[in-house]
């Protein structure tokens, strides 16, 4: 089983950045493909990216593509969320989730296995 928890959430103006982490525990990290969705009240769960276990392979949500950037260390058993020039629509609660393998649709919640408790992410206008 594997746990994750989300940190680096808060407050920030429109046209800030933050950077989220995920750290995992569990020896399989390094062969898990990590996704990240957000949910905002109210509305779906939606994918935000998603990477493989190698880091080589990258996908992402139209809405935050070249704004977005998603990046791991194996090594510490972490994957990140890279969010510049945040928009208020942005605000949403954001999750990790891991999936054996990267998803043929990657933007489906249910191809992925354990979830964190989410951080909560809000920009103000």
């Known amino acids: 089983q594997v746990q994750l928890v989300e940190s680096g959430g808060g407050l920030v103006q429109a046209g800030g950045s933050l950077r989220l982490s995920c750290a995992a525990s569990?020896?399989?990290?390094?062969?898990?493909?990590m996704g990240w969705f957000r949910q905002a009240p109210g509305k779906a769960r939606e994918f935000v990216g998603a990477?493989?276990?190698?880091?080589?392979?990258?996908v992402y949500a139209d809405s935050v593509k070249g704004r977005f950037t998603i990046s791991r260390d194996n090594a510490k058993n972490t994957v990140y969320l890279q969010m510049n020039s945040l928009k208020p629509e942005d605000t949403a609660v954001y999750y990790c989730?891991?999936?054996?393998?990267?998803?043929?649709?990657?933007?489906?919640?249910?191809?992925?296995?354990?979830w964190g408790q989410g951080t909560q992410v809000t920009v103000s206008s």
């Open positions: 569990g020896p399989t990290f390094s062969t898990l493909a």
């Open positions: 989730a891991d999936s054996p393998h990267l998803p043929p649709n990657p933007t489906a919640p249910h191809d992925y296995d354990y």
């Open positions: 990477i493989s276990w190698s880091g080589v392979n990258k």
